[in-house]
């Protein structure tokens, strides 16, 4: 196969946290999203958000790239139907949002929330 017929997927994308059990929460319960594949020993799961998946990974409090990688602006952002009624829905739950809603300037709408470890996630609505 040469180099112009190489197709990429994006597979899945990883959020490292420090409480394993507290994070499992958060993202199934609170946000709703369900389990792909999940093993508490190694402290991976996979979560079902489409096509590509959302990974939770958890950190060693020993592992010196802890404290990089956790409570930060994660570049991830999850599309969804109606980002009004979701923001509403998760604000109730009591997830943290940076701000609500808003439109920007190339036409989609964003809002920023945190995870309890301060991993920034962007939901984005649906392009109509």
Known sequence: ????????????????????ERAMRFYTETLGIPIE?????????QLATGEAQLAIERLAPDDPEAS???GRFTGVSIEVPDIEALHRDLVERGVA???????????????????????????????R
Do not use: C
């Open 68 to 70: 990089e990688l956790v």
């Open 37 to 45: 594949f999940r093993d508490d020993g190694m402290g991976w799961a």
């Open 97 to 127: 949002f940076l701000s609500p809603p808003e439109k920007q300037p190339w036409g989609g709408v964003l809002a920023h929330f945190e995870d309890p470890d301060k991993n920034v996630i962007t939901l984005l609505g649906a392009s």
């Open 1 to 20: 196969m040469s180099e112009s017929e190489t197709t990429y997927k994006l597979y899945l994308v990883r959020v490292f946290v420090s409480d394993w």
